[in-house]
């Protein structure tokens, strides 16, 4: 039998499922949902493509990286504030206060606010700040080989934390009520139809560049590197790598996506709060990751829309128990799907093949009798006896 070209290697159907399906999710998203749902709808869809980015990260560092974090809201909330306080000071216009100092009693503009009157500063600061606190925290904890449920209970911590400061930050941040009322948003009008799905299309976009940089991230050398961390982080030590330093990579970028995920999520709802940013939020896109799946990237952005839209459709209908049937949706995710809701596919596969294995039709073929075939002198060791000895 002849072998397949480089031709037919390129054409190898199972080369472009993955292009095809992401051409097919793009049509979904820029072609199908403007044109069929509403402006209400595609305000949710918004929403929802924001928390997507969010998951993106946690895929990237708890799904290839073994790095559970739960508390991705800190830097959600980094990126959302940075956003936030030039869009107030923008409002306000020169030399006047945002409406929240006025109503607490702040009779001159604090000191940090003063550089986001600048666009370029606050998007320089949506990247930087939650990039920049990430970083030390990662080489601080990674450093000293905090892993595992420790390092997931001081995010959660970082998380609590952040938002007692503040809650406690009236005149700085507008404490419990956060930062809220936006207008415009870089020459938009968020009152305006037109302009909302303007901000919808720059909200997937971002959300397809992330996840293709995280995808070609994945496949590069550092990304094999972060697996083979995840599964043995002790034997990638005695090889020469420093865990360390790929952890907190990343952790780093993790916390850049989600620092994004705020600032588009502020002119999208139009608010941003310590209510968004705490314990509960931050546990809800890692039950949002877990339940798309999280050994892939693609099934992190699954379950925050999934999630998200079930969230949307039981508080519309269940007004009462909505709380108790996304608690079951995850329960149920769970137990009958642990690699998520992308994985069923696998799932079913495996099940078919171990129910009815395979048999050859060929007479005398040694599958059709069930009797293993005798291993010829010289030859490689079969496929199955390397799957085991690779598991």
């Known amino acids: 039998m002849s072998t397949p070209g480089l031709f037919g290697r390129r054409l190898a159907p199972g080369r472009w499922r993955g292009p095809v399906a992401f051409a097919a999710v793009a049509l979904l998203l820029l072609a199908v949902a403007p044109a069929t749902l509403s402006p209400f709808r595609l305000e949710l869809l918004s929403k929802y493509l924001c928390f997507a980015i969010a998951a993106l990260g946690i895929g990237l560092a708890w799904g290839k990286g073994g790095m559970l974090t ?12 940075a956003m ?14 945002p409406d929240f100092m006025v109503w607490s009693g702040v009779d001159e503009l604090p000191l940090l606010w003063e550089p986001f009157r600048q666009p370029w500063f606050a998007i320089l600061m949506v990247v930087l700040l939650p990039g920049t ?24 911590a970082l998380a609590a934390a952040f938002v007692i400061w503040l809650v406690g930050q009236q005149g700085l941040t507008g404490g419990t009520n956060g930062l809220t009322n936006f207008t415009s948003f870089f020459g938009l009008d968020l009152a305006s139809d037109a302009d909302r799905r303007v901000l919808y299309f720059a909200v997937a976009v971002v959300l397809g560049l992330l996840y293709l940089g995280f995808r070609q991230l994945v496949a590069s050398r550092y990304g ?15 090889l020469g790598y420093d865990p360390a330093v790929v952890k907190t990579i990343a952790f780093t970028l993790s916390a850049i996506s989600a620092g994004i995920a705020g600032a588009l999520f502020v002119p999208v709802v139009g608010i941003i709060s310590p209510a968004l940013l705490g314990v509960v939020p931050s546990l ?9 799946g999280r050994y892939a990237l693609a099934g992190a952005v699954l379950g925050a829309v999934l999630l998200n839209y079930a969230k949307t459709t039981f508080s519309e209908h269940y007004a009462d128990g909505w709380l108790y049937l996304q608690g079951a949706l995850f329960i149920a995710v769970m137990a009958f799907a642990p690699k998520g809701v992308i994985g069923l ?13 395979r048999t050859s039709s060929v007479p005398g073929h040694p599958a059709a009798s069930g009797t293993p075939a005798a291993p010829t002198p010289g030859a490689p060791p079969s496929t199955s006896a390397e799957k085991e000895v690779t598991v």
């Open 70 to 81: 739960l508390g991705q809201g800190v830097f959600f909330g980094l990126g959302g504030y």
């Open 84 to 97: 936030a306080m030039h869009l107030k000071l923008a409002e306000a216009g020169p030399g006047e206060l």
């Open 133 to 156: 606190v990430a970083a030390l925290l990662g080489l601080l904890v990674f450093g000293r080989r905090v892993r595992g449920a420790y390092f997931a209970i001081l995010t959660q």
């Open 224 to 238: 094999k590197l972060l697996i083979a961390v995840r599964d043995g982080e002790d034997r990638v030590r005695f």
């Open 284 to 292: 809800e896109l890692v039950f949002a990751v877990a339940v798309g």
């Open 345 to 357: 596919a696998g799932q079913l596969r495996d099940f078919v093949a171990t129910r009815w294995p």
